[in-house]
C-alpha cells in the first residue's frame, strides 16, 4: 500500500510542477494561470515531493526508501509526461 501511496504522491508532486509552468498550462488547462497560482502550484509540488521522500525513508528505511522514492519518483515523472504529451496533441 506505501508503494502506491508513494507512486500517488510522485505523480501529484510532477503533475503540480507541471502545471506552474506557462507552457505547460496551455496543454493542460487552455489558458494560463495567474502568477500566483503558478507560484503556489510549484511549491505545492515540491512539497509533495519532499512529504513523499520522508514518507518512503520512514516506512522503508532511509537507505531503501531513498531508491523506493526515486525509481517511484521517476515512474511519476514517465506518467505525468505521458499525460501531458497526450493533451498537448489532443488540443493542437
Known amino acids: 500500500m506505501i508503494h502506491f501511496l508513494l507512486l500517488l504522491l510522485a505523480t501529484a ?21 495567474p502568477m500566483r497560482t503558478g507560484y503556489y502550484a510549484r511549491w505545492s509540488g515540491i512539497a509533495i515531493l519532499a512529504i513523499a521522500f520522508v514518507l518512503a525513508g520512514s516506512r522503508l528505511g532511509w537507505g531503501v526508501g531513498t531508491l523506493e522514492w526515486l525509481g517511484l519518483a521517476s515512474v511519476g515523472a514517465v506518467l505525468t509526461m505521458a499525460m501531458l504529451s497526450r493533451r498537448s496533441g489532443r488540443i493542437s
Open 13 to 33: 508532486g510532477f503533475g503540480l510542477l507541471c502545471l506552474s509552468r506557462e507552457r505547460h498550462q496551455r496543454d493542460l488547462i487552455g489558458r494560463k494561470l
